[in-house]
């Protein structure tokens, strides 16, 4: 229950947003910030991963509420901004809907290059401009957006288009940043190495996956609830004096 988790009363008033929050480390991160008291939001395209992740958040005690929508659709974003208006505005987004695609740059289709930079920037820039009113209003807020390693580097094991989101999203961080820095809302970026999700299993083998934990300086893959307190900790109060930023959590695997 959320009473037994270290700091369960510290977002206790916050409403927090999780795009592609059904799975994966946005369903870690919604439970990382459930379990510190926050009412959680788990957004998702899929419906039936949406129903799933507000099970698991109330099974665990959590306030949680569910939101099918495709964070690529200006349309479909304005419309569960308003259906979120009774919940007093969202104080805390966590833009981690991404989608990753392995082919050579050489072999990209124009149609899968669009989709990736879709889901993983165009994405961000939505839910963004649609939070941030609200937020200055109160003159509150956080907003953490899910870059990767290969926004600083290279993708390992995704194509050009992810490299190209990811890094973008690192700019984008810092330019919206800037400009709200003065209505106390700070916004960052999270990079993280190779985790453990659907995503990675669907993208390389347990032999490949195997072999690159065992390159990396702490020689395991990242856990997504290790992500999760990150998270938590840049929508804390603790935080405010973060924002522009870009932390990486890899194993060491990029040391910059
Ligand atoms: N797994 C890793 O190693 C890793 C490393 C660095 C960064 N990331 C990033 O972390 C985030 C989460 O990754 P994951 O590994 O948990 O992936 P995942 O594929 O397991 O989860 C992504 C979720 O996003 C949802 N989604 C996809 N398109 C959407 C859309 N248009 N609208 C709303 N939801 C949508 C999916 O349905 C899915 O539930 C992504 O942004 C990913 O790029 C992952």
Redesign the pocket.
């Known amino acids: 229950m959320t009473g037994d988790h270290v700091g369960a009363s510290e977002l206790r008033s916050r409403v927090a947003l999780v795009?592609?929050g059904?799975?994966?480390?946005?369903l870690a991160i919604a439970l990382g910030l459930g379990k510190r008291g926050a009412t959680v939001v788990i957004?998702?395209?899929?419906p039936d991963?949406v129903a799933a992740g507000v099970n698991a958040c109330t099974a665990e005690g959590i306030a949680a509420h569910g939101a099918v929508?495709?964070?690529?659709h200006n349309e479909q974003v304005d419309g569960m901004f308003a259906d979120l208006a009774e919940l007093g505005g969202v104080d805390i987004v966590v833009n981690?809907?991404?989608?990753?695609r392995p082919t050579p740059f050489i072999e990209i289709p124009e149609n899968e290059w669009r989709a990736v930079l879709d889901?993983?920037l165009h994405?961000t820039f939505l839910v963004t401009q649609a939070a941030l009113p609200s937020m200055i209003e109160k003159g509150w807020g956080r907003i953490v957006n899910?870059?990767?390693?290969?926004g600083k580097n290279v993708s390992t094991i995704g194509g050009a288009h992810?490299t190209t989101a990811?890094a973008a999203i690192l700019g984008l961080t810092r330019a919206v940043a800037n400009e709200v820095a003065d209505d106390g809302v700070t916004v960052n970026a999270v990079c993280?190495?190779?985790?453990d999700?659907?995503?990675?299993r669907s993208t390389i083998s347990p032999e490949q996956a195997k072999a690159y934990a065992a390159s990396f300086p702490i020689h395991r893959l990242?856990k997504?609830s290790e992500v999760a307190d990150l998270v938590a900790f840049l929508a804390s109060e603790q935080a405010a004096y973060i924002t522009g930023a870009a932390l990486d959590i890899n194993g060491g695997d990029l040391m910059v």
């Open positions: 795009t592609g059904g799975r994966g480390m946005g957004n998702d395209i899929d991963l929508a495709d964070v690529t981690n809907a991404g989608i990753l889901v993983n994405g899910m870059s990767s390693t290969a992810y990811k993280p190495g190779l985790f999700t659907d995503m990675m990242g997504p």
